[in-house]
């Protein structure tokens, strides 16, 4: 291999880990809602200590990137996952762990914005769209950090212990990925905390991804509801709309990058935008098991090239640094990700699940109409290249 593919094997090990630990983490939340006696309000709220900690990083990760740069923030973050994940299975108090789970969210947002920085400068060495491809290996470790975690429990293992195993994975990956990890160029601008208005580009593109992320949300969390409650599908097949979604989602990312370079991002954009719509409006307009499914499965393909062609964009931006546009984007887009999810439960409650989803759905034409109108503003970000 030469040094590119190196350097590609090397970030794409970083993305798969962050995924893992996401995932080993989220496979015992039964196990530590368990061991503190919470109930579900209780585990609701402990819950929270995630997304707070992640928006409370936001700014601070752009600041960071740009000004220590991407590889070094990369490796503090892994070596705070390998501290943080532990200590959330040692932790023998609410007290404790809250803090813990907090800071974990922050590690999260941190690693997010580095890594993805990492590839933007990847990626303009490449001279092509890959940044899908790192966050398709993403998606595929929350499938194997699953798997681990089943059998974890399978084996009656200790949540300490399964994270202990995920923390020396984490000190080798480190060890053995950061020497092909390189600091990207300083730019001019954004040199400071993401605290500014951003430029037309990171605006229309943050609004994109806002909607792929409120979209994203509701999928992640209503899927299984909607299945039981509307579809009325039998209980063993309950999980089989977010299955299809994630499956979708994961495949999706591993050929996005060759669509991308074939017929160019915003094409992509709209095309997605356009997916999302019809997928919800099939599940809605024949909620059967057939048709839900089917419609969940586009609704997947067309989520995963929402976010990686977002942070791509958003990277060109000639008014600030990329780290700084990447937390910029991604505080605009986190806030679709946390608002999402309870908008359906209240509409639902108001209406039904089917009008929940039905207005969902228009989250998907906004993203083909924000792509559609004034696009000089992508003019210089759309990279559209042949094969």
Known sequence: MNLLQKRRLALGSLFFLAGLCFASWASRIPDIQMKFSLSEAQLGTLLLGLPIGSLTALPLAGWAVHKFGSRKVIILGGLGYMIFLPLIGFSNSLWMLIPVIVTYGMIGNLMNISLNTQALALEDSYGRSILASFHGL??????TGAGIGAAMIYLDILPKFHYLFIAIIVLMVILLSQRFLVNEERTEGGNGLVLRKPDDLLLRIGLIAFLGMLCEGCMFDWSGVYFKKVVEISPELVALG?????GAMAS?????DRLNNRFGRIVILRISGILIFLGLILAVSFPTPTSATFGFLLVGLGVASIIPISYSVAGRSKLYSPGVSLAMVSTISFFGFLIGPPLIGYIAEILNLKVSFTLIAISGLGIAALTSFRTDVFQ?????IKP
């Open 138 to 143: 993403w998606s595929l470790a929350g499938f």
């Open 242 to 246: 977010y299955v299809t979604f994630m």
């Open 380 to 384: 210089t970000a759309d990279m559209k």
């Open 252 to 256: 999706a990312r591993f050929i996005s």
